[in-house]
C-alpha cells in the first residue's frame, strides 16, 4: 500500500472550500482504516489567496503543487474578484498552475450511477451504469498554433485563420497516458480524429496506431472519426472506455459525454503532466468539473460528490490505490441508491439532505463495505 504520499490540498474560492473538506473527511477515512498515510498539506489558491497574499497564486504555493504527489483542488473565482485587473484574477491562479506543472493530459471521466440514470437526457438503459473516459490533449493543437489571425483581404473584407498541428512527441505523449488508463480500466482504447480531411489527423491516426502496435499489448484498440465518436456517445455510450482526442474534439466530446450524465455536481476531472523520467512520477491536479457556484456558497447544500469523485481519481490514477478508489465509488453508488439526494440532483421521491449530511451517509456505507 502507498505511504507517506504527498497531498496538496487546494480548497479555493466559493463551495471550493466546502465541498474539499468534505472530502479530507473521506481522507482521515482512509487514514484511520485503510492504513494509507498521506502527508497533507494545504495552501490558498484564487481569490483566497488573493485576499491574503494580493496575488492568486504565490510562488511558493506553486512550488509545492509542483513537489506534490498529487494536488486535490477545489475551485475559484466569486463575484467579489469581478473587477480584478486580468493578472489577479482567481482563474488565473489555476491557469499558471497547469502551465507551470505542464498538464498536458484532461481526463474528464462521464459515470452514471444506476439510481441516477433518469437524470440523463439519454433513455436510462442506455447510461445506466455507464463509465467512460475521455482524455484530451489540453497544450497543444488549435488552441495554441501559429500562425493564426485575422487579416485584410485585398478587395476588401476580411479572413480568419487557425492552424492545427501535432508533432510526433505530442501525440505519442498523450497516447501512452491513454494506454496507461485503459490498463486500469477495461483495457479498451478508442483514437479520435479527422484523418479523412485533416493532415494534422492523418498523422494522429498514424502515429497512435504504431505506438499501439508497440506499446499497446493486450489493449483493444480502434480508430474513430470525430463526427462518428460524435454520433456513437448518443447512440451507444456504453460501447467506449477511453476515447483519446485532440484539444478542440477533447473539448466538444468531452462536454457531450457530461450530459449524458446530466449533473454538473457530480462530475470529477484529473489533468496529469509529464512523467519525470528518474522518478517516474507525474505533476497531477484532480478538481470537480465544477466552479465556485457563488450562487449556493456558505449555505451547506453544495453536492460534495464531484469532489469525491475527483478523489477517487486521484487514488486511482495518482497513488495507484484502485481498491481505494472502488470503495469511495461503491460507497457514493450505495448512498445514492438508498435514495439521499443533495438540492442540485434532487428527484421526486427522494430524500434532499445537506452537503455535510450526504458525506455521513457516504462514511457509514464506506465503514459498512470493510
Ligand atoms: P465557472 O466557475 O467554471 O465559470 P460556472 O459559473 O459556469 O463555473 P458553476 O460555478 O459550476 O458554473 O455553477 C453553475 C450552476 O451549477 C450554479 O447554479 C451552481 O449553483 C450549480 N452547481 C455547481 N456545482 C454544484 C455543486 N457541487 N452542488 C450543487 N450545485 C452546483
Ligand atoms: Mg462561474
Known sequence: MASNKKLLVLPGDGIGPEVVRETLRVVDWMAKKRSVSFDVQEGLVGGAAYDASGTPLTDETLADAVDADAVLFGAVGGPKYDDLPFEKKPERGLLRLRKEMDLFANL??????????DNSSLKRDLVAGLDIMILRELTGGVYFCEPRGIEDLPGGGKRGFDTQAYS??????IGRVAFDLARKRRNKVTSVEKANVMMSGVLWRQVMTDLHKREGEGLEYENMY??????????????????????????????????????????????????????????ALYEPVHGSAPDIAGRGIANPIAELLSFAMLLRYSFDMGEDADLVEKAIDNVLSSGLRTADIMQEGKAKVSTGVMTDSILKELDKLV
Open 168 to 173: 510526433t512527441p505530442e501525440i505519442e505523449r
Open 226 to 283: 470525430a463526427d462518428n465518436c460524435a454520433m456513437q456517445l448518443v447512440r451507444n455510450p456504453k460501447q467506449f472506455d477511453v476515447i483519446v482526442t485532440d484539444n478542440l474534439f477533447g473539448d466538444i466530446l468531452s462536454d457531450c459525454a457530461a450530459m449524458l450524465t446530466g449533473s454538473l455536481g457530480m462530475l470529477p476531472s484529473a489533468s496529469l503532466g509529464a512523467e519525470d523520467p528518474t522518478t517516474g512520477r507525474r505533476h
Open 108 to 117: 474528464r471521466p462521464a459515470m452514471v450511477f444506476a439510481s441516477m440514470a
